[in-house]
């Protein structure tokens, strides 16, 4: 059986790291990392996200703060948010839950954001920099896989890493980010997605083969090389009667199938998700230390 990648536990660790550094914030520059959170509408699994997250700042001794919005906000009613945020001392980050409702454009409201409090990395300065291997943010998803692999002992470096899934947030940013000329990178990258023909060919080439396509049990044993580094960045609800809420969450990964053949696998939930959480906090301490020392 595969090596459990516990991404509970490592995501505590380095909310550990973060409580340490805004204690020394405090102490020295008498500085509390703040971050807002915007949310708008009422889908379910954002509403839980964002909640987490807010938790997850204080337990670190960060303030934190929710924006919840209407669905029927207007663009330019979150546009005007946005600026009085990033003119917001109390706020190093802002954070933009996604997805916005459809009749507001994500690209627009992300590019009003102050490139200095884009702690999720989506503004196109910071996806820039991320391209030329000098990022202040790195998107939370990428950087949390980043470190489950590298603090578990499983170095990418010279490593064919396998992605399923081109996202702005996770398969383009992840990409990006293993395939630096740097420590914890060095990686052959191939993306996959819908066009990829022989799709299984390529994912058996992969040493490490991530997930992050959104669909139950798509990687099925039969699509992983034996004693592969198998990430599983997916977020799916399933039917089950056994459960109150009458779902679970399962990931992209035939967990069961799967776990036989790697060598490491993580779950889902337990696996990515708490590191994702974790990374936006060091980004938020990141901001922090930005606003006082600069970049």
Same mark, same amino acid.
């Given at each position: 059986?595969?090596?459990?990648?516990?991404?509970?536990?490592?995501?505590?660790?380095?909310?550990?790291?973060?409580?340490?550094?805004? =204690?020394? #914030?405090?102490?020295?520059? &008498?500085?509390?990392?703040?971050?807002?959170? $915007?949310?708008?509408?009422?889908?379910?699994?954002?509403?839980?996200? =964002?909640?987490?997250?807010?938790?997850?700042?204080?337990?670190?001794?960060?303030?934190?703060?929710?924006?919840?919005?209407?669905?029927?906000?207007?663009?330019?009613?979150?546009?005007?948010?946005?600026?009085?945020?990033?003119?917001?001392?109390?706020?190093?980050?802002?954070?933009?839950?996604?997805?916005?409702?459809?009749?507001?454009?994500?690209? /627009?409201? %992300?590019?009003?954001?102050?490139?200095?409090?884009?702690?999720?990395?989506?503004?196109?300065?910071?996806? @820039?920099?991320?391209?030329?291997?000098?990022?202040?943010? /790195?998107?939370?998803?990428?950087?949390?896989?980043?470190?489950?692999?590298? *603090?578990?002992?499983?170095?990418?470096?010279?490593?064919?890493?396998?992605?399923?899934?081109?996202? !702005?947030?996770?398969?383009?940013?992840?990409?990006?980010?293993? %395939?630096? *000329?740097?420590? @914890?990178? !060095?990686?052959?990258?191939?993306?996959?997605?819908?066009?990829?023909?022989?799709?299984?060919?390529?994912?058996?080439?992969?040493?490490?083969? =991530?997930?992050?396509? @959104?669909?139950?049990?798509?990687?099925? +044993?039969? %699509? =992983?090389?034996?004693?592969?580094?198998?990430?599983?960045?997916?977020?799916?609800?399933?039917?089950?009667?056994?459960?109150?809420?009458?779902?679970?969450? $399962?990931?992209?990964?035939?967990?069961? +199938?799967?776990?036989?053949?790697?060598?490491?696998?993580?779950?889902?939930?337990? @696996? /990515?998700?708490?590191?994702?959480?974790? #990374?936006?906090? $060091?980004?938020?301490?990141?901001?922090?230390?930005?606003?006082?020392? &600069?970049?």
């Amino acid at each position: 059986m595969a090596k459990i990648l516990d991404g509970t536990a490592l995501s505590q660790v380095i909310r550990g790291e973060v409580a340490s550094g805004v =204690v020394e #914030m405090q102490q020295n520059h &008498g500085v509390t990392p703040g971050l807002a959170a $915007v949310l708008v509408g009422n889908d379910p699994a954002s509403a839980i996200y =964002v909640r987490n997250k807010r938790l997850a700042c204080e337990q670190a001794g960060m303030f934190s703060q929710v924006y919840a919005l209407l669905e029927a906000t207007t663009e330019t009613e979150i546009l005007k948010l946005v600026a009085e945020l990033n003119l917001d001392h109390r706020f190093h980050g802002v954070l933009i839950q996604l997805p916005l409702p459809s009749h507001i454009d994500e690209n /627009v409201v %992300m590019q009003a954001l102050d490139p200095a409090k884009d702690i999720d990395g989506l503004h196109p300065y910071n996806v @820039g920099l991320l391209a030329q291997g000098r990022p202040d943010f /790195v998107p939370g998803t990428p950087a949390g896989i980043q470190q489950l692999l590298l *603090r578990n002992g499983y170095d990418p470096s010279g490593q064919n890493v396998v992605i399923c899934g081109r996202s !702005n947030i996770v398969g383009k940013p992840l990409a990006i980010l293993l %395939m630096q *000329r740097q420590d @914890g990178a !060095n990686a052959t990258v191939t993306v996959c997605h819908t066009k990829t023909s022989d799709l299984e060919d390529v994912t058996r080439q992969a040493d490490i083969l =991530v997930s992050a396509v @959104g669909k139950p049990k798509f990687i099925t +044993a039969d %699509m =992983v090389k034996e004693g592969a580094v198998v990430i599983d960045a997916g977020i799916n609800r399933v039917p089950d009667a056994t459960r109150k809420s009458g779902n679970r969450l $399962v990931g992209d990964v035939d967990f069961e +199938a799967v776990s036989k053949k790697a060598e490491a696998i993580t779950p889902v939930p337990g @696996g /990515v998700g708490p590191m994702t959480i974790a #990374m936006l906090l $060091v980004s938020t301490l990141t901001a922090t230390r930005i606003s006082i020392h &600069g970049r």
